[in-house]
């Protein structure tokens, strides 16, 4: 029994000098928020990084379609004010551009994001959507 007891003696010394040996962790030093420069020293919402976006200029429109059919402009026409998103017909053609096309009312862009185009896009095969120049573009009005 006394041999058992010497042995663990040893084997917890042993164990001691073992986990001495290893190099003792370094605390890991952090600078200071303060010394950070530009947009990274403060903190924002997003919706305040959101208005800071480039805005668009006054004289671009936005305009969806590139549709075939005038059924098929009807029908999106219909979808879009289901959404509460006003559109009016393009008269005529657009510049390097080919089929029907709705004008976005201005105050109806913020609601056509990414994911309501490429639902719309998903349900009518040949959506487009372009920023265009608003001069020259003729409306149903």
Known sequence: MRWLFLL????NVVYYVWHQQEAPLRI????PLSLYKGSQQEIRLLRETAAQAPARRQDECLVVGGL???DDVDALRQRLLS??????QVQGLLPGAEGFWLKIGAESERLLDGNV???LSSDFKELKHKIIF???IATAE
Not at 8 to 11: A, F, G, N, Y
Not at 28 to 31: N, R, T
Not at 83 to 88: C, G, H, Y
């Open 8 to 11: 663990l003696l040893v084997l």
């Open 28 to 31: 890991k030093e952090i600078a």
């Open 68 to 70: 075939r059919s005038q």
């Open 83 to 88: 959404l509460d998103i006003s559109a009016r």
């Open 117 to 119: 185009l490429a639902t």
């Open 134 to 136: 608003c001069q020259g």
